[in-house]
């Protein structure tokens, strides 16, 4: 009697068919039990969760900074600011060489401050995860969607489909939204509720953090802009 041959199994992807192969299932395979198995992973470090980002936020700002460029340039022509001296070359090629890492390097440091602070208020409602398991689950979200940000800012500078693609933009951060929480929901173990606070109390002290700086810095350069302003629409005297 013949005994039966066993298929060959193949062996676990590695390197960047891993990567993918984690960010396929965070983004086309959500639930909780996914991120659950994403965050108990043995790779599930935050140095992976953290080179994720830089690369994702790389690409996403070597692909929108030549278009926003030329989106600042476009207004600064039609506010008559480039007569003022103001400099208009905002899509050079030396803006997005040197742009584009610092970019990168901010939102590192910004993904760890909120991943940090999310944990530890998850930790606050009694989540089991670790700031490792909850990086890497967040990264495996937020990476794929720098990558789709990135390529609609590129298509948004098509004529007439500008508004469509930032329709899109708009749908894809709401599902990111969403993720993350089932995210934190996963890697902690525990309710809806706590996973929605942990998530969303840092979200909305940041946001007013930025709301407070970006005031203030409005508030201390009006007075030259109103200037500016003044010199561009007041006419000039007649000879």
Known sequence: MNEPTNAPMLPPPSGVSEWVSVWRDAITRPSEQTFARIGQSPNAKSTTAFLWVFLGSLVSSLLALPVQGVLMRQMFQSMG???????TGGGGLMTVICGAPIGAIVSVVAFAIVVGIVQLLAKMFGGRGTFDQLAYAIAAIVTPFYLVSGLLTLLSAIPFAGFCFGLLGFAAAIYVLVLEVMAVKGVNQFGWGQAIGSLLLPVI???????????????????????????????????
């Open 81 to 87: 600011l480039e007569e003022q001296g103001f400099p």
């Open 205 to 239: 002290a940041v946001a007013c953090c930025i709301s407070v700086v970006v005031g203030a810095l409005l508030s201390m350069v009006s007075p030259e802009l109103m200037d500016i302003f003044n010199s561009i629409t007041t006419p000039a005297p007649a000879p």
